[in-house]
Every structure is written in C-alpha cells, then in structure tokens.
C-alpha cells in the first residue's frame, strides 16, 4: 500500500517540466524511500531521472542505481566492457533481470497498481537516461547467477539493436550525448553477447531482432564513434567463434564453417578497405580503423577455428582464403609504421587481436600463415625501434607495440625454428630470425628513450616478453638446444638459440642488470618482476604449472633472481617504480619458493633478512647477535685464517657497510626495508615481511584495473601464506591488526626517519597498512599507550636515527589527545617518579 501511494507522487514528481527541487526530491525519495518498499519502481524511477537534464538530480538517480562512470578494459583478443557499481552488490542488491527489463522495455508498462501517461517508457527517455538504462540492465544481467531468462534475454537485445538503428546510416546524431549512448549500447551488446550464447543464436539465424550480423559488420565500419566501432567488431567476432552455431554433429568440418558463417566475403570487404594503409594512398582513418578491428576479429575467429581441424584435414580449407587472411595480416602490420595515429595504433591492436588465442598454450601455427606471421613480427621490429628511440618516440604508441609483439611471439612460438619453405621470392622472410629480432627490439627497449619518459614501459616490455616465454610449454615438450648454466658473460650467438624461456632470462641476468647505464639497469627490476610474477600466478591457481618449462626454470635460478632484485632495490639510481617491482619480485620470489619445498623458502628468507640486516652482529635491526654467535658465523663462512682488514675491524664493532649484506647497500637505501624486517623478525613471523613489501607500494599502475589483481598478495604469495584466501588490501589490514601493537610503533618511527626515501616508503607502508586517514587515527588510540612507551624507550636509542624518528613520531600522535587517553592522573610529585606499574600520564611524559 505504501508503494502504491509513493509511486504515483514520485512520478508526477519526476516529470522534467516541473521545477529542478520537484525533480532531485523526486530522485532523493525514490533513492531512499521507494528503494527499500518496492526495488523495481524505484529503479524504474532512477533510469529516467540518470537522464534529467539537472546534473543535481542526474547524480543522485546514478548514485540511487549504484552506477559508476562508464569503465572500459580492452584486451587484445578480448575485448569487453568492465561494467562496475560503485557500491558493492553485497551491500545493495540488484533486481532480478527478468523484472527489471520487464518494467523498462516492454511497449506499455504498468508498474504496481498506477498507469498513466506521466509514466515515461523507453522511448520516451532522454538520451542519458537511455545509457543509464541499458547500463544497469546490463549489470544486473551480469549479478544474475543464472544470467537471465531467454524470454528477458531478447527483449532487452530488442531495446539494444534499435538503439544501434537509430546511428545506421550518415544522418545519425554525432553530438556527444548520442555519441555516448552509442558507447554504451556498443558496450552493453558486446557484453551480453560475451555472457549468453542464446543472444548470440539470435545473430547467427533469422531472428525478430532489426539488426542481423552482416548490419553489424556495416555498423563496425561505419559507426561515428572509434570506441562504439571497436566493440561492434568484438560482438562479430564472438558470434563467429562460436562453433556450435554454425554447425552440427553430422556437418563439422571447416568447409561447412566457411559455408555457413560466409565470413570469406567479410574478409574481402576488410581487405578492400585495408588497402589505403599502403603509402601513397588517401585514407579516411575513422574507416581504416573499423576495418582493422574487423578484420582482427574474423582473422582470429578463422583461425581458431582452423586449428581445431585433425591433422589429415588441415588443407580442407581453400588456398585463396588463407591468401585473404594473409593479406589482412600483411596490411595491419605494415600500418604499425603508419605516421598517423590512429591508423597506427589501430593496425597494431588489430594485429593483436588477429594472432590472440584464449589457452594456456598457443595453437600450433599453420603453415600457410608462416610469411605473413614472419613479416608481422619483422614490421614489429621496425616499429619498436622507430617509436622507443630517436626523433619519433612515442612512449604509448611504444606501450601498445610491445603489448602486441609479445602477443605476435606468442602465437607463433610453434614456428620458432621453422625456416620458411615458401620462399617465392628473394626478399621473403624467415620466421625463426624474425622472431630472434622481435624480441631482442622488445628487450632493447628496456632504458631506452620512451622507457625514460614513461617508466611504466619497462612494466608493459616485461610482460610481453612473460608471454613470449611461456607461450607453449605442452607435457612432453623438448626443444632443439638448451643449457644448464649460463655464461658469465652475455653472448649474442648463444642467446639466439636458446628457447624463448632461457632466451628471456639469460638475457635480463646476464645483460640488462649489469649495464653501465643506470636507465637500463633500474629498468631491468619492473621487466623480472612481470616475468616472475606470471610464474607465482601460474603456480599458485595451479599446482601442475611448476611442470612448465619458464617455470622450472626460473625456480632453479630463483636464487640469482633474488639476488638481483634485493641489489635492484638497494641501487641509489633506482626510481619509484624499480624499487616497488623489486619488493613485488622478492615476494614472488617467496610464492614460488614455497610451492617447492621449505629448505628453499627458509634460504630465501634467511638470504633477504640478512641483506635487510647490518653485516656484522645485525645490531638495532632485523637479526641481534651475540659476540660468541658473530664469531661462529665467520667461522663458518671461512674467515678465520685468512681474514681481510675489513673482517678484523668487524670483530671490534667497526664495519665498512651499514646496513646490507651486498656491497653498496647503505643505511639510506635500505632504512625502510631494515624496518619492515627488524618488525617481521621481532615477531617472530618472517612471512609478514613479504605482506609489509606488497603494502609498501604506492605507485598508481599497480591499482590499475588490469594490474590490481595480477599483482595482489593472494596472487604472488598464494593461499598458503598467512593471508588465506585474502587477496586484497582490507584482507592484509585485517590479517597484521593483531600484530599492530608492536608493528605501529616501528613503522611511525620509520615514517619520520631523516632519510626521505625511507620516509615516503613507509608512508606508503603506514597508509597501507592502516588505511590512512581517520582510520589511521582509530588504530593508533587503540594501541596509544603502548606505542606511546615504545617510542619515548627509542628516544634514547643509540642510533641517533631512531631517536630523532621516535621524537618525530610522539610529536604527531601525542598532539591533540586529551589527558585521559594519555593515562589520566592527578598532578606528579617527586616521589611519583620511580612508581612501578601503571604510569599516570604525568609520569609518561616526564
């Protein structure tokens, strides 16, 4: 009864020719009233108002649905829309998607009891409130655990292909309202299509649907907007790849696919339009653009389907549509070089996407697709080195091909060692050197000019070349040449035999880390990372990817590896982004070693807090040992007889180093991490170390939407570690509150070290591990007298770094607070001072 009498008001409310207070009072009642008595109308009410041309009333009816601005993600290959609520649906449930489509889509809908003509439909929306309304339809097909009703299913892709109807043809709006509902339809069908098969059988048969799967290809070509363009060609290519549409148990061969899908005649019309890409040629790049996402995603979907044909019946297919879909990989790659950008940067996703594949391992390479996979990478090559170094750097246009080149490497992994036999002219290229190049043009972008604007590029190259080398590793794979123990040096002629996973690391270990530059150097820290983040991932979600070939061997260098990045951190050219990957390696360093078994995660431990501690008797920081204790240990390093000057001034207290079990390691480069390992080892937990390293990083690409669970703690340390099965922030937080007692009053002291870097880093330590702001205030008041004691003990430390942190550190939290919450009391006497026990708050300061 109570919806029955709100409904009606909030209605007449919400009309958009009443005053702008009708309108947001409309919206804060339907937000906050209506929602909890009846969901369905108040969302209803919500959709319309996300449209009003008040951005008062608008904000509010988004906020009341839980919409968040629109939020993208593209993957070569993958493409899809990352649709996200910016409250979360455990704390505010959605309605079903059945009822939800009901109310909004249906020619004449009657919501409870009321109908009238002030209840707008679909139609009758604006432009905003029609994006809004797909948008959250969208979501709540995607919290739908049995993703919505058949029925409901067609209904709302009815609404979403006459959206796309209304911008078919060059009368269509290009205003920005339309352009953005353009976006979002685009969105939101690439996205259903991606969830529910049923939707994709409504493209690939005759349907009630106005838009059938050839006006799509048209729309992908034609459409006003680069973004709607790119997820219409993603839609094709979901519905070409879906096998079970095009055929059946009695008709499953390849010639059956290409008869019934016609996508040969897709592939001419994409090649035709490709064709401008050539020098000299005039170009419209908005129809150079759908062409190469186009093209990219039926070049992808033939393909696969190809390489899932037996062996006896691989040349089923005719020669001239291998031919067509060379030359569509032969246009997208010659357009990487082209000047303009967005003929550039389309050619180069588009190359992507033709050569992405969804398993673990790449499929095996056909070999009609030899020469034009050989000139794909060898343009690559030409690209990288244009783009990375000289008068034409272009750090993002270098990001997105280095992203493609590790992909292109990856696919064609199968034809490594493969000299072309197709070799029709003089000027052909071969794969295998092809390949060799491609890489080593990815590797020397590692400092290079593009890497010094945009240091995230070392992030990107490493990641690509993570894929190269674990393109293909199959049960039972052996590879031409190999090598147990690599050179000292770096050889070139040696590198250029060994497999893609030896390849990558001799390269990084041997070369990169030991150049003279420190641009290349530092660089060398965020590639690892990526290379051996890839393999704690792939380990900790499976326990048979330690059988993979990068990973057994990077888990027999994992010594070495660590090494490098505890001497990447502690090198004084390192800049924010080199020393975070190198706390990010060491503790995938520590996931991989604790799948193995624990003699090797106990000698990395020991190996990182002996690096992190001072060299001789470890004083004031991570490890304290006795004289009868440091005098063992040179014994049994073998430092009695012929002992250097620096070891018999050791004996005395006199040390050459001051912190650091690695040359050069100083008191500046390590303070932060000596205090994070003097905290783990005080509490007897060496495991939270590697926790207080992930929390340490501050640097925004590691809370990216594609990198913020590729790097979590749950991914690099694995649900062995003390975390469970918590992978983010809040989980680290909730799991170190019982140790903050002891781990508050180090890390303030920390935080106001003289030392800048070791201030920044454990800021970022302290904000992470307490939540910063008010947060912070409520954890420091629970645990306040005892940090309080600590920090005035370390006000006569010995180390006059501690004690000008613990003056620091009181100064902050003691201010402000009230003489109770200091420990209460009445005025201090003399006698007062040598009391036992409770310390009245005069006593504590004193």
């Known amino acids: 009864q109570l919806s029955n009498s709100l409904v009606p008001l909030i209605w007449a409310a919400a009309q958009s020719y009443l005053p702008k207070a009708s309108r947001v009072a409309a919206a804060r009642w339907a937000s906050n009233l209506l929602m909890e008595v009846d969901m369905i109308s108040a969302c209803y009410v919500l959709c319309f108002l996300a449209g009003d041309a008040d951005p008062t009333a608008s904000s509010i009816a988004r906020e009341g649905l839980g919409l968040s601005p629109v939020s993208s993600k593209t993957v070569a290959g993958t493409e899809s829309l990352a649709f996200s609520s910016t409250t979360s649906t455990g704390a505010k449930p959605l309605p079903a998607f059945t009822e939800i489509v009901n109310v909004l889509f249906v020619s004449s809908p009657t919501v409870g009891d009321y109908s009238s003509n002030r209840l707008k439909r679909y139609g009758d929306f604006s432009i905003k409130g029609k994006a809004a309304s797909l948008r959250f339809s969208q979501v709540c097909l995607m919290n739908d655990f049995y993703g919505g009703e058949d029925e409901a299913v067609l209904l709302y892709l009815q609404a979403l292909c006459e959206t796309l109807e209304m911008f078919d043809g060059r009368q269509a709006s290009s205003g920005p309202s339309s352009i953005d509902l353009l976006d979002e339809s685009s969105a939101s069908l690439q996205s259903t299509l991606s969830a529910s098969q049923f939707a994709r059988r409504q493209f690939a048969s005759k349907s009630s649907l106005c ?47 290409l008869s019934r899908t016609k996508i040969e005649q ?26 190469s996402f186009l093209g990219a995603h039926l070049v992808r979907a033939f393909r696969l389907r190809a390489s899932l044909e037996p062996a006896d019946k691989a040349e089923d297919a005719p020669a001239h549509v291998w031919q067509t879909v060379g030359q569509v990989m ?53 690209a990288l080195a244009k783009y990375s170094h000289g008068d034409n750097v272009d750090a993002l246009r270098t990001m997105k091909l280095a992203k493609t080149a590790g992909i292109c490497l990856a696919a064609t992994t199968s034809g490594s060692g493969i000299v072309n036999s197709l070799n029709l002219t003089e000027s052909s290229i071969n794969l295998g050197p092809a390949r060799f190049a491609c890489a080593s043009a990815l590797l020397n972008i590692l400092g290079s000019m593009s890497n010094r604007k945009e240091e995230e590029v070392a992030l ?88 993979r070939a990068l990973a057994r061997e990077l888990l027999s260098r994992l010594g070495v590896i660590q090494q490098v990045f505890i001497k990447l951190l502690s090198d004084p050219k390192s800049k924010h982004l080199s020393r975070e990957s190198a706390c990010l390696g060491l503790a995938a360093c520590r996931g991989i070693a604790g799948s193995s078994n624990e003699e090797v995660s106990d000698e990395l431990n020991t190996r990182l807090l002996r690096a992190f501690g001072q060299t001789t008797n470890h004083g004031g920081s991570a490890m304290i040992e006795t004289q009868e204790q440091a005098a063992e240990r040179r014994s049994t390093e073998g430092r009695g007889s012929n ?30 991490y000596r205090e994070m390992a003097g905290a783990a080892f005080a509490l007897g937990r060496q495991d939270i170390l590697y926790a207080l390293l992930i929390l340490s990083v501050s640097h925004p690409c590691w809370f990216s939407e594609d990198r913020r669970s590729a790097y979590s703690a749950i991914a690099l340390l694995g649900e062995s570690s003390f975390l469970g099965n918590g992978s983010g922030t809040q989980e680290m937080q909730e799991a170190l509150r019982p140790h903050l007692t002891k781990l508050l009053p180090r890390i303030l002291r920390a935080c106001h070290d003289p030392n800048k870097q070791t201030r920044e880093q454990m800021k970022s330590l302290y904000n992470g591990l307490t939540g910063g702001g008010a ?42 607070r009230d003489w109770q919450s200091l420990g209460g009391g009445g005025p201090v006497l003399d006698d007062d001072l040598d009391v036992k026990g409770y310390l009245p708050a005069g006593v504590r300061l004193l």
Not at 211 to 229: G, H, I, T, Y
Not at 334 to 342: F, K, N, R
Not at 778 to 795: E, G, K, P, R, Y
């Open 211 to 257: 838009l059938s799967l050839k006006d799509l290809e048209r729309l992908s070509l034609e459409a006003n907007s680069s973004k709607a363009r790119r997820l219409i060609a993603g839609s094709c290519g979901r519905i070409y790849e879906d096998r079970e549409l095009w055929e059946t148990p009695d008709e499953s061969s390849l010639q059956s696919w």
């Open 266 to 291: 897709s592939l001419n019309l994409c090649c035709a339009k490709l064709q401008s890409i050539r020098p000299g040629t005039n170009f419209v790049p908005a129809l150079m653009h759908g062409s």
């Open 643 to 672: 002992e250097t000057p620096n070891d018999f001034m050791e004996a005395f207290g006199f040390e050459t180093t001051e912190v650091g079990g690695a040359a050069g390691m100083n008191e500046a480069t390590l303070g932060a």
């Open 775 to 816: 947060e912070a205030r409520q954890a420091i008041t629970q645990h306040l007298l005892s940090t309080i004691d600590t920090l005035i003990d370390n006000d006569a430390n010995k180390l006059w770094r501690a004690r000008v942190g613990a003056c620091g550190a009181l100064a902050e939290i003691i201010v402000g």
């Open 330 to 382: 032969n246009l997208l790659s010659q357009g990487t070089l082209h000047a303009d950008d967005v003929v550039g940067n389309s050619s180069c996703d588009g190359l992507g996407i033709a050569l992405s594949y969804d398993g673990v391992d790449a499929p095996i390479l056909d070999s009609n697709l030899f020469e034009s996979c050989a000139l794909s990478v060898s343009e690559l090559s030409k």
């Open 460 to 547: 990107i190259v490493g990641e690509a070349i993570a894929a190269y080398a674990d393109a293909y590793s199959p049960h039972g794979t052996e590879w031409s040449f190999s090598i147990d123990e690599y050179p000292s040096e770096y050889d070139d002629e040696v590198g250029g035999k060994l497999p893609p996973h030896q390849h990558v690391l001799f390269v990084l270990l041997t070369r990169t880390v030991k150049q003279s530059s420190p641009h290349v150097r530092t660089a060398a820290a965020p590639a690892l990372l990526a290379v051996v983040a890839r393999v704690a991932r792939g380990i900790n979600t499976e326990s048979e990817y330690i059988d």
